[in-house]
C-alpha cells in the first residue's frame, strides 16, 4: 500500500458514513471497500428505482436491481453488493432520510471518523455541515452534475505528518556536516588509496572531501553560482585516478559525485512552512487539548533551539551508490545513529512538555516520535473554512471567485453554475431540465437564478448563455462515467484523512468532463 501498514491500520479501524447510495456514492463506496475500510454505514430512505439502474453501467448491478431490487431500499441493496467486494469489511445501512435524521438525532453522525455526503439539496447541506462543523467531524461533498463533478472538504484541522512531497533532496548536511560525519570524512585519504579503494568511495564523502579542499584552496563559501559549481565539477574532475599514459582511469563513483553536485550542495534550512508551523499559536500556546501532533511541533522547535543548533534532526538515510558494502554500510550507520540521537533529543523534550500538561508519558509512542522526526521537514497543516461562510455574501470568497472569473472558461464558472441551480432548487423544488419538455423553459428561470446569485454576491462578471443552456440539459442527470471518476477522487481524499497521510486540498475540487481538466480552489 501507498500508505503502508501504519496507514492500512488507520484505514481499517475507521467508519464512514456515506449519505445516498447514488451512482456517486457507490463508486466512492467501492473505492474505499476494496482497499479494506473497517466499516461503512450507507444512510439513504430512497427505494431502488429505473434511474438508479440507468445511472449504473456495471452489467451485474443492473441485473440484480432489476430482478431482486426494485422498490427494495436503495442502502440496503448497495451495501449488500458492496460488502461482496470485500467480506473483511463491515456494513451497514440507515433506512432514514438525513433530513429526519437531522431532525431526530443529529448525534447519529458522531459516531463516524469521517462523513461523505453526496448529491444533498443546499439546505440539507448546511445542516448536516453545521452539526458535523460543531463536532468537529470532517465531511466530504461529493456531486455529480451532467459532466461536472465537485467536492468540497469541510474540517478545521488537518495535520498531515507524512506528505509524500514528490522530488525531496536528501538530507547529507554537507553545508553543515556534524561531527561524527567530519570524522567519517577524515578518516579518508583519497591521495593514498589503491586503485580498488578509491573506486570505491562513496560519492557523499567524495563531496565532501573537496568542498574542505575547495574551502581550503578558492573559497570560504560554498560554490553557489553556476560558474562556481562547474569549478567544482571541474576540481573533483581532477582528482579521477590516471592511467601509466595519463587517461583518466572510468570511475564510476567520481563521476556520481559530479552528476550530484548541484543537490549535494543545497543549503541545510528549516522550510517556511515549518517556521510557520514553529510560530502557530497551537504550537506556541499548548494546552491539555493539544494533541500530540503540537506537542512534537513545540518538541520540535525546542529541538531547533538547543541540539539542532538551527536545524532539524537529521533524516538518518542516504541514497544507493556506487560503493562496496563494508564503506557504504559504515556511512550509513553514521547518519542513522546521528539520526537515533536527535530523535532521542526531541523525544526528551517532548516528555518534559507532556510532564508539565499533566499527560502520560506514553501518550506519544516511540513509534509515533520516529516517524515525526523522520518527516520533520515535510509537517503541513490543512484548515478549511466552514461551508457557512462560504454561503454567506458577507463571508464568501468573492475576491477570489472574481479573479478566477477573468477567464470566461475557468472551472470557477462551473461552480457558480451550481450555485445557480441549487438557488432554482430552492424556489421550483426541483432541478431546470429534469423533464425534457421544461428544458428551454427552465433556460429563463436558471439565468434568473443565476443574475439573482452574481448580484446578491456582488460578484460583477457575467456568464455565457452556453453554460445556462448545457446546465438546463444536464437535467440534474448522474452520468456514470462522471461519477466513477467522482468516486475514484473522492476516495482518495478520504484515505488521506484518515491515514493522515498525502496532503487534502483546500477546499473546493471541480471537474469538467466537457474539457477534461480539474481546478481546485479556496472559497
Keep these: 500500500r501507498l500508505w503502508g501498514d501504519h496507514g492500512q491500520e488507520a484505514l481499517e479501524s475507521a467508519h464512514v458514513c456515506v449519505i445516498n447510495a447514488t451512482a456517486t456514492g457507490t463508486e466512492i463506496l467501492k ?48 451495501m449488500e453488493l458492496l460488502q461482496e467486494l470485500n467480506s473483511d469489511v463491515s456494513g451497514n445501512f440507515v433506512e432514514e432520510s438525513p433530513e429526519k435524521l437531522l431532525d431526530n438525532d443529529p448525534s447519529f453522525f458522531n459516531r463516524f471518523n469521517l462523513v461523505v455526503a453526496t448529491q444533498l439539496p443546499e439546505s440539507t447541506l448546511l445542516r448536516l455541515a453545521e452539526v458535523l462543523w460543531n463536532s468537529n467531524i470532517p465531511l466530504l461533498v461529493c456531486r455529480t452534475y451532467g459532466l461536472v463533478g465537485y467536492m468540497r472538504v469541510m474540517i478545521k484541522e488537518h495535520t498531515v505528518v507524512e506528505s509524500h512531497p514528490d522530488n525531496t533532496l536528501e538530507d547529507l548536511r554537507l553545508d553543515k556536516p556534524f561531527p561524527e560525519l567530519t570524522e567519517h570524512v577524515q578518516d579518508y585519504d583519497l591521495e593514498h588509496m589503491d586503485k580498488k579503494d578509491h573506486s570505491h568511495t562513496p560519492w557523499i564523502v567524495i563531496v565532501a572531501k573537496y568542498i574542505t579542499k575547495w574551502f581550503n584552496e578558492k ?24 592511467n601509466e599514459n595519463g587517461t583518466p582511469e572510468d570511475e564510476e563513483n567520481f563521476e556520481e559525485a559530479i552528476k550530484n553536485v548541484n543537490t549535494a550542495l543545497n543549503r541545510t534550512e528549516i522550510p517556511r512552512g515549518i517556521e510557520e508551523l514553529f510560530n502557530d499559536d497551537c504550537c506556541l500556546k499548548l494546552t491539555e487539548q493539544s494533541s500530540s501532533f503540537w506537542i512534537l511541533v513545540r518538541a520540535l522547535k525546542e529541538f531547533v533551539a538547543n541540539e539542532g543548533q538551527g ?213
Design 31 to 78: 473505492n474505499l471497500v476494496l482497499p479494506g475500510i473497517g466499516s461503512f454505514t450507507i444512510v439513504d430512505g430512497n427505494r431502488v428505482s429505473g434511474e438508479d439502474v440507468g445511472n449504473n453501467t456495471d452489467t451485474l448491478c443492473k441485473l440484480h436491481f432489476i430482478l431482486f431490487a426494485l422498490k427494495q431500499n436503495r442502502a440496503q441493496s448497495a
Design 219 to 242: 573559497s570560504e563559501q560554498l560554490p553557489k553560482s553556476y560558474k562556481e559549481k562547474e569549478a567544482f565539477k571541474e576540481l573533483i574532475r581532477q582528482g579521477i585516478l590516471k
Design 311 to 523: 536545524s532539524l534532526p537529521v533524516r538518518g538515510t542516504i541514497p544507493d551508490m556506487i560503493a562496496d558494502s563494508s564503506k557504504f554500510i559504515k556511512l550509513q550507520n553514521v547518519y542513522r545513529e546521528k539520526a537515533k540521537r536527535d530523535i532521542a533529543a526531541v523525544g526528551n523534550h517532548a516528555a518534559k512538555l507532556l510532564q508539565s500538561l499533566g499527560k502520560a508519558p506514553e501518550s506519544i509512542s516511540e513509534r509515533e516520535l520516529k516517524l515525526f522526526c523522520d518527516n520533520a521537514a515535510f509537517l503541513r497543516v490543512v484548515r478549511c473554512r466552514a461551508l457557512a461562510e462560504e454561503h454567506s455574501p458577507n463571508s464568501c470568497s468573492k475576491d477570489a471567485i472574481i479573479s478566477h472569473l477573468d477567464n470566461p472558461d475557468s472551472e470557477i464558472v462551473l461552480y457558480v453554475m451550481l450555485r445557480a441551480v441549487d438557488r432554482f432548487y430552492k424556489q421550483h423544488g426541483r432541478y431546470p431540465g429534469v423533464y425534457n419538455y421544461q428544458v428551454e423553459d427552465d433556460v429563463g428561470k436558471l439565468k434568473s437564478c443565476l443574475t439573482g446569485f452574481l448580484q446578491e454576491y456582488g460578484l460583477p462578471v457575467g456568464v455565457k448563455d452556453d453554460y445556462v443552456h448545457e446546465f438546463c440539459r444536464y437535467g440534474a442527470a448522474e452520468p456514470h462515467t462522471v461519477a466513477a471518476f467522482m468516486g475514484g477522487a473522492a476516495a482518495q481524499e478520504v484515505i488521506k484523512v484518515i491515514t493522515g497521510q498525502f496532503v487534502i486540498f483546500n477546499n473546493t475540487f471541480i471537474y469538467s468532463g466537457m474539457s477534461q481538466t480539474s481546478a481546485t480552489f479556496q472559497l
